[in-house]
């Protein structure tokens, strides 16, 4: 299970559990699961959050900045 946290200039916009998370990037569309190797990289269109029980919640963005370490994932949108 991996433990994400979401947020702009605003502030916190998703904290909580997910089974996966679906973004782009330069090179593509990519998937985080359970045990990702730990990475960061700049975002952007999108990031889909998939929750236990299947529940999607999807932000919209231009811009940001995704960190995995260890089955923690930070997001930060930038706009």
Sequence with gaps: MLKVLVRDREGI??????????SVNSVGSFDILAGHS???SLIR???????????????NLESG??????DKINVYIGT
């Design 45 to 59: 269109k999108k990031v889909a959050i998939t929750e236990p029980g299947g529940k999607r919640t999807e932000f």
């Design 65 to 70: 900045v995704i960190q995995v370490l260890k």
């Design 13 to 22: 916009k998703f904290n909580g559990s997910a089974q996966y998370i679906s």
């Design 38 to 40: 730990n990475f960061i």
